[in-house]
């Protein structure tokens, strides 16, 4: 399957900073790309869709200018968690969709964001 | 409206038994694609399998065999013979045509002993 990368795997910043995770697809060209946010125990909510060389189409309850997006290659998109506060704390995965026939989302590894 | 359900929260089983979870979506488009995915305790979702709305043949991969039954709208996941390392989350999707976006369900936690 395609293989999709995300970076860094863990995160510990102090309240008030920003931090940015990168999303990349290794083998393939997405022009989609997905952020999503998991708590503990739960299924995954879906907080925006990246789409390479427009703006991110964000899910309602998500802030934008919280939750900064940016899609500017086909294989690389980034989330910046800006101003992170202690309820931003979680785990954010993004996805990359592959398109064609076979059109699937493979997911990144996930990056775990502890904000104190 | 929950578009997919998952009303097992967790199955435990002993090892080499079978399991079987269960999936029943909800959509009013004609063309729509099902998905499974594995979450292990590492935290990456790994896919498992891709069904389109008008292929209903079931399918086999391994251990893994899935039934799809449009007239219950249902995708249920059978796991055969279960390992140690079957014990994860088990998540089943929903994609609408022209959307690509994913419905979750709540995800099955499995856990195979020993």
């Known amino acids: 399957g395609a293989v999709v990368s995300q970076h860094p795997s863990r995160v510990i910043c102090k309240s008030g900073t920003s931090v940015k995770i990168e999303c990349r697809s290794l083998?393939?060209?997405?022009?989609?790309m997905f952020w999503y946010r998991q708590f503990p125990k739960q299924s995954l909510m879906l907080m925006a869709t990246?789409?390479?060389?427009?703006?991110?189409?964000?899910e309602q309850g998500v802030e934008k200018d919280k939750f900064l997006i940016n899609h500017a290659s086909l294989t690389l998109s980034t989330l910046t968690v800006t101003s992170a506060h202690p309820e931003d704390s979680s785990f954010y995965i993004c996805?990359?969709?592959?398109?064609?026939?076979?059109?699937?989302?493979?997911f990144g590894p996930g990056t775990r964001l502890t904000v104190l | 409206a929950q578009k997919v359900t998952q009303a097992q929260t967790e199955i435990s089983v002993v090892e080499k038994e079978d399991v079987t979870l269960d999936c029943v979506y909800e959509t009013r488009d004609t063309t729509y694609y099902l998905f499974w995915y594995k979450q292990p305790p590492s935290g990456e979702l790994v896919f498992l399998i891709r069904?389109?709305?008008?292929?209903?043949q079931n399918e086999i991969s391994g251990r893994y065999s899935w039934n799809f039954q449009k007239s219950t709208s249902s995708f249920n996941f059978t796991i055969t013979a279960s390992q140690v390392v079957d014990s994860a989350v088990y998540f089943c999707a929903l994609s609408e045509a022209g959307d690509y976006k994913l419905s979750f369900g709540a995800g099955t936690t499995v856990t195979v002993r020993a």
């Open positions: 069904r389109n709305s008008f292929d209903e």
């Open positions: 990246s789409n390479e060389g427009s703006k991110a189409t964000y």
């Open positions: 996805s990359a969709r592959t398109g064609g026939f076979t059109d699937t989302q493979y």
């Open positions: 083998d393939f060209q997405a022009t989609t």
